[in-house]
């Protein structure tokens, strides 16, 4: 059995056939899965045409099959995992914005002063630079994002450690 299913049957309701799990063990599965489906993707495409003399080390039939049932577990799992995030949606966006930022940041060049920069192998001229956002303010702005982004991440680590969700498996 795989390691997705396997959670999912530890908590597995016989009454409906559904599972009740938390979101942080719900984020598990779908990255699992997500593995899984990559990983079946590979097999199949490696194994559907051989030479002739050569053996097929898998049967594609059965692993398209495999692969079908693991996005549909997939959907599943992403749509239970999309109505409870529903609540903290502006959060997640929030989070992701800041980290977008904070890489468009380190970017932004910061370059001041007079520098002696090479246009060919036998000239050089000395041109003078000057930045409007200076090194050490970024420095203090990505400081900030970055207090906001662990602060964010430590609401949704809660929200997903007491948040229990219902996935349907039938």
């Given at each position: 059995?795989?390691?997705?299913?396997?959670?999912?049957?530890?908590?597995?309701?016989?009454?409906?056939?559904?599972?009740?799990?938390?979101?942080?063990?719900?984020?598990?599965?779908?990255?699992?899965?997500?593995?899984?489906?990559?990983?079946?993707?590979?097999?199949?495409?490696?194994?559907?045409s051989r030479r002739v003399l050569q053996p097929f080390d898998y049967?594609?039939?059965?692993?398209?099959?495999?692969?079908?049932?693991?996005?549909?577990?997939?959907?599943?799992?992403?749509?239970?995992?999309?109505?409870?995030?529903?609540?903290?949606?502006?959060?997640?966006?929030?989070?992701?914005?800041?980290?977008?930022?904070?890489?468009?940041?380190?970017?932004?060049?910061?370059?001041?002063?007079?520098?002696?920069?090479?246009?060919?192998?036998?000239?050089?001229?000395?041109?003078?630079?000057?930045?409007?956002?200076?090194?050490?303010?970024?420095?203090?702005?990505?400081?900030?994002?970055?207090?906001?982004?662990?602060?964010?991440?430590?609401?949704?680590?809660?929200?997903?450690?007491?948040?229990?969700?219902?996935?349907?498996?039938?």
């Open positions: 059995m795989q390691a997705a299913a396997l959670l999912w049957k530890a908590a597995l309701s016989p009454e409906d056939g559904s599972t009740i799990m938390k979101l942080y063990q719900a984020l598990k599965v779908k990255n699992r899965l997500t593995t899984e489906i990559s990983s079946l993707k590979a097999q199949i495409k490696e194994q559907n049967d594609t039939r059965i692993l398209l099959d495999q692969l079908r049932k693991r996005i549909d577990e997939l959907t599943r799992i992403k749509g239970a995992i999309g109505k409870a995030n529903g609540a903290i949606y502006e959060q997640i966006f929030r989070l992701a914005e800041f980290k977008g930022m904070i890489s468009f940041l380190r970017e932004v060049p910061t370059k001041h002063g007079k520098f002696v920069e090479s246009p060919s192998f036998t000239s050089s001229i000395e041109v003078e630079y000057q930045a409007q956002l200076r090194q050490a303010e970024l420095d203090r702005v990505i400081t900030d994002l970055e207090s906001q982004v662990n602060q964010l991440q430590d609401e949704l680590d809660r929200f997903n450690n007491e948040c229990q969700i219902d996935v349907e498996l039938n």
